[in-house]
């Protein structure tokens, strides 16, 4: 079935430790974003990508980083620069060109800094 | 800066009334969807109105686009227990050559049996 995959559904990390977070679609969707929602709360864009090898900064980008090297994949990395990263994280996807479509979202990772 | 404000925060009616949830927003869209999430799940789109629409229709669901406002509602009638969710709404924005999607803070609807 098509669709977004996230993985790990549940992750714990360490303070000073990098954690990388997966996205992987089969629905051929240009477009990919990475959101942010911390409990009761809205979602905040962190970083999203229109085209392979080209991704912009959204509202709170400082201490993450993601690649976009395949259309498929669209992997989010938690540095240690995140003063606070515990939240939930959802990743999406949507056909490009123009935007005026709908997102199509993954199930979450729920990162807890220990 | 997240563009989009809802109210209200949270809201809690009896099975079969009419809930409704509005959403404001500061800057000019192409269009603006609305989402549904169940507790620690993924979103789920419900609807998208243009900025040229006034007003669009989905099964049980009704929105409303005020574009000189920047608002919107959200009337989902003869409410069900399975309409409990937080429901968002998004707001399309294209940028210098991107496009992205501002969400705004949600509506917890309860429905009660």
């Known amino acids: 079935d098509g669709g977004i995959t996230q993985s790990p559904k549940y992750l714990f990390r360490k303070e000073g430790q990098n954690v990388t977070l997966s996205c992987e679609q089969n629905?051929?969707?240009?477009?990919m974003y990475w959101y942010r929602q911390d409990p009761g709360q809205g979602l905040r864009l962190i970083y999203y990508?229109?085209?392979?090898?080209?991704?912009q900064k959204g509202d709170i980008a400082e201490g993450y980083s993601v690649s976009r090297e395949k259309k498929e994949s669209f992997p989010l990395t938690v540095t240690s620069a995140q003063k606070n990263p515990t939240a939930f994280y959802l990743c999406?996807?949507?056909?490009?060109?123009?935007?005026?479509?709908?997102?199509?979202f993954g199930e979450g990772s729920r990162l807890t800094v220990l | 800066s997240q563009q989009g404000e809802e109210d209200p925060q949270a809201l809690s009616i009896q099975e079969g009334e009419n809930a409704t949830m509005n959403c404001s927003y500061k800057?000019?869209?192409?269009?603006l969807q609305w989402y549904r999430q169940n507790s620690g799940r993924g979103l789920v789109h419900l609807i998208l109105?243009?900025?040229?629409?006034r007003e669009k229709h989905s099964g049980r669901l009704r929105v409303t686009l005020d574009t000189s406002k920047k608002s919107s509602s959200l009337l989902i009638t003869a409410s069900r227990a399975a309409d409990t969710a937080s429901y968002f709404c998004?707001?399309?924005?294209?940028?210098?050559?991107?496009?992205?999607?501002?969400f705004g803070t949600g509506t917890r609807l309860k429905v009660l049996a």
């Open positions: 999406a996807s949507s056909i490009a060109s123009g935007g005026a479509g709908e997102l199509f």
């Open positions: 629905l051929n969707h240009d477009a």
């Open positions: 990508s229109q085209i392979v090898n080209d991704f």
């Open positions: 800057t000019s869209i192409n269009n």
């Open positions: 109105i243009r900025s040229n629409e």
């Open positions: 998004a707001t399309g924005v294209r940028g210098s050559g991107t496009y992205k999607y501002i």
